[in-house]
């Protein structure tokens, strides 16, 4: 064999070694940002992250309770997809309940609202044990009581649809408020974090504007907004909204 061909393997195997070492390297990165995304918030986006989490959590369960008094709840399931009268899964702490709800679209929404927070719930349990080794289970916030209160006093029918709307539209405006503190005060390593608090902010935005423009189309109420109280504004309720506070 003479030296130049003796050669060839060795440049290839140090061609291979030098396309190898970027690999490697790659992987080790990816690796490493695994691990640091799982690790714990720094300082005070800690301490935020922990009372964001609990707090979104009770949050969420009090709507478990406001879309079960609109859809009703089921002890069991039903695989029929069309199925407008099936109601959602019970709320932990309270009794089955009736659909107090009237039009199909507020039960249907309802049902999905009902599903969406419960993964949610679950969502931030998984971030609080992953990142800070603790769990908090569900618990109502006074707020939420007292909206909660307003849907089980009022009439079923067509009373109930209406204020179903606004008590739940206040609602989502809160958690659109904290959701907007999360993505701008959360740690800048929890990517998992921001995309939940951006999909929260995303998702109650439509909730309220298709609940506004049921209001307008159904009630002829086409300037409600979600601000202040328990249950928002709109013309004529200047004197609940005081009733009910900030």
Not at 73 to 93: F, H, I, K, Q, V
Not at 232 to 237: A, D, I, N, P, V
Request: a neutral charge.
């Amino acid at each position: 064999m003479n030296q130049k061909s003796a050669t060839v393997p060795r440049r290839r195997s140090l061609v291979d070694s030098c396309l190898r070492i970027p690999a490697v390297a790659v992987t080790l990165f990816a690796a490493a940002a695994v691990a640091h995304a799982d690790a714990p918030g720094v300082g005070l986006t800690a301490q935020f992250e922990r009372e964001f989490l609990t707090s979104i959590i009770d949050h969420h369960f009090s709507a478990l309770r406001m879309t079960e008094l609109a859809a009703g709840t089921d002890p069991t399931r039903d695989p029929t997809l069309s199925n407008s009268a099936e109601g959602t899964s019970g709320t932990p702490g309270f009794q089955p309940t009736q659909a107090k709800a009237q039009m199909d679209e507020i039960k249907s929404m309802a049902r999905r609202e009902n599903r969406m927070q419960r993964e949610e719930i679950m969502t931030a349990q998984r971030f609080l044990r992953e990142w800070y080794g603790t769990n908090h289970e569900p618990a109502l916030t006074p707020q939420g009581r007292r909206q909660i209160r307003l849907l089980e006093e009022a009439r079923p029918g067509a009373d109930f649809d209406h204020l179903w709307m606004e008590v739940l539209s206040r609602h989502h405006y809160l958690a659109i408020t904290a959701a907007t503190d999360c993505l701008v005060a959360s740690d800048l390593k929890h990517a998992a974090l921001q995309r939940y608090c951006s999909g929260i902010q995303h998702a109650q935005i439509e909730g309220i504007n298709d609940m506004r423009e049921m209001l307008c189309k159904t009630k002829n109420i086409c300037d409600y907004q979600p601000l202040r109280g328990l249950k928002g504004r709109h013309t004529g309720s200047n004197g609940e909204a005081a009733a009910d506070g900030d």
